[in-house]
């Protein structure tokens, strides 16, 4: 075998096989290939597809091109996934709820994307927390902790990181089947029981129709069950915040009050966070049903012990011992807070989320280039939300900058994100549709 050849292949539309696609993710891996192959070789996908068979083993040899995780522990081990949105911090809620349902959650999670917050991010917005830890260590806090929110190791799919980067600069992220084995690839090498996967649609997410996203939805669900990982997507709204902050602290302080039921526990992220457990739930064998294993997310959260779970995860992770006593005194606040108010009365009718993730990056609560700094302090908070009647002179939001000059920027950001219309609008449903 040789690249030249697969990727001649490729470019005829030939469906290459197992053994060529096994070859390449190595060649990846070890450096056998080169940039200019692999940039081709992403291309050739681009343009002629895999088809349902070669991606699933594309996902699996890009899996394999590194170290498989393997656990010995008396509960399923359970995973989520979300394709990106802004205000989305389920995961932090997720991950200590299914632990103290009696599962075990090592979630490879990423960082910031684009114009979406990244779930290591907003953990390392705690003092503290480094999310980069061993697999010793992982396997450690599994069995101390139950869960545990972490980057991937070097050695997690390393085809897939070297593949992502030239992907990145060749123009050709937009591929169904090179996204499917992206993701998948490094969440089975987490050696998951099962998997649920949230693909959100609308105004803040990367997919902007439902065909799109069901189509995204359908490939990551079949082949991950092909892999032998029993898997369900839940198509979920993104035409709003899912949370009424968007910046690492402050979407970390949104979970601390579900947690602690300082703003209740009936939210969209409350909600979605028990749909998206009761799947889990279910299929780890741990509930009857999708409601069963919801309801018991719910009661978990509300007796307050996910919360004081969520607290020995920091701490195991390198955080104070007592987060869940001190959260509103040590998370970083930013030095300039400015709400903004309408100016006119009307109903919220439309939401540009990926206009305000891209308000939080420009404010520095995200990454213009890799080399970037983030500031957890920073980002827009009380956003009102879709279908909200506004009277002249209501808060719109409130404005957590560094400077008075990055404060000004964002208002103009903030306020042409939204529409105000006279009539009150027809909000979207949280969860469009399950595809198992």
């Known amino acids: 075998m040789d690249a030249r050849a697969i990727i001649a292949s490729l470019r005829r539309g030939d469906t290459p096989s197992d053994?060529?696609?096994?070859?390449?993710?190595?060649?990846?891996?070890?450096?056998?290939?080169?940039?200019?192959?692999?940039?081709?070789?992403?291309?050739?996908?681009?343009?002629?597809?895999?088809?349902?068979?070669?991606?699933?083993?594309?996902?699996?040899?890009?899996?394999?091109?590194?170290?498989?995780?393997r656990w010995d522990l008396d509960g399923p081990v359970?995973?989520?996934?979300?394709?990106?949105?802004?205000?989305?911090?389920?995961?932090?809620?997720?991950?200590?709820?299914?632990?103290?349902?009696?599962?075990?959650?090592?979630?490879?999670?990423?960082?910031?994307?684009?114009?979406?917050?990244?779930?290591?991010?907003?953990?390392?917005?705690?003092p503290g927390v480094s999310t980069q830890v061993s697999e010793q260590d992982l396997v450690a806090m599994m069995q101390s902790v139950g869960c545990a929110i972490v980057g991937a190791t070097a050695q997690i799919a390393p085809a897939d990181k070297r593949l992502y980067a030239i992907r990145d600069v060749t123009a050709t992220?937009?591929?169904?089947?090179?996204?499917?084995?992206?993701?998948?690839?490094?969440?089975?090498?987490?050696?998951?029981?099962?998997?649920?996967?949230?693909?959100?649609?609308?105004?803040?997410?990367?997919?902007?129709?439902?065909?799109?996203?069901?189509?995204?939805?359908?490939?990551?669900?079949?082949t991950a069950n092909a892999a032998g990982c029993q898997t369900s997507a839940l198509i979920t709204d993104m035409n709003q915040p899912l949370a009424p902050a968007l910046g690492n602290a402050l979407e970390v302080a949104?979970?601390?009050?579900?947690?602690?039921?300082?703003?209740?526990?009936?939210?969209?992220?409350a909600e979605l966070t028990a749909a998206q457990g009761g799947v889990l739930l279910a299929h780890g064998g741990l509930a009857a049903d999708a409601e069963v294993g919801a309801a018991m997310i719910r009661k978990a959260i509300a007796s307050g012990a996910v919360a004081e779970r969520f607290a020995r995860m920091v701490a195991a992770m390198?955080?104070?011992?007592?987060?869940?006593?001190?959260?509103?005194?040590?998370?970083?606040?930013?030095?300039?807070?400015?709400?903004?108010?309408?100016?006119?009365?009307?109903?919220v009718s439309a939401i540009d989320g990926e206009a305000l993730g891209l308000a939080v990056v420009q404010l520095g609560g995200g990454r213009m280039i890799e080399s970037d700094v983030v500031d957890p302090a920073v980002g827009l908070s009380e956003l009102a939300p879709l279908g909200q009647e506004l009277?002249?002179?209501?808060?719109?939001?409130?404005?957590?900058?560094?400077?008075?000059?990055?404060a000004e920027l964002a208002e103009a950001r903030l306020r042409a994100a939204y529409q105000l219309s006279e009539a009150a609008p027809e909000v979207p449903p949280l969860i469009y549709k399950r595809i198992s």
């Not at 300039?336 to 109903?347: H, P």
Request: proline content about 2%.
């Open 254 to 269: 949104e979970v601390m009050r579900v947690l602690t039921g300082v703003s209740g526990q009936s939210g969209a992220l």
């Open 173 to 222: 992220v937009d591929s169904l089947d090179l996204i499917t084995a992206s993701i998948l690839s490094k969440k089975l090498a987490a050696s998951t029981d099962a998997l649920v996967l949230d693909v959100k649609i609308g105004s803040g997410a990367f997919m902007k129709t439902l065909e799109e996203a069901e189509a995204l939805a359908r490939s990551l669900s079949e």
């Open 391 to 406: 009277s002249a002179g209501d808060q719109l939001g409130i404005v957590h900058a560094a400077d008075e000059a990055a």
């Open 78 to 126: 359970l995973d989520k996934h979300s394709t990106g949105g802004v205000g989305d911090c389920v995961s932090l809620l997720l991950a200590p709820a299914l632990a103290e349902c009696g599962a075990y959650v090592p979630m490879i999670s990423g960082r910031g994307l684009g114009h979406t917050g990244g779930t290591l991010d907003k953990m390392e917005a705690i």
């Open 19 to 69: 053994a060529d696609l096994r070859w390449f993710a190595e060649g990846l891996a070890n450096g056998t290939v080169s940039d200019a192959q692999a940039g081709a070789f992403a291309m050739a996908v681009c343009l002629r597809g895999l088809g349902v068979e070669a991606r699933r083993a594309l996902t699996l040899a890009m899996r394999d091109s590194g170290d498989v995780l």
């Open 318 to 347: 390198g955080g104070p011992g007592d987060f869940a006593e001190t959260w509103q005194s040590i998370l970083p606040t930013a030095p300039m807070q400015r709400g903004i108010k309408v100016e006119q009365a009307g109903y």
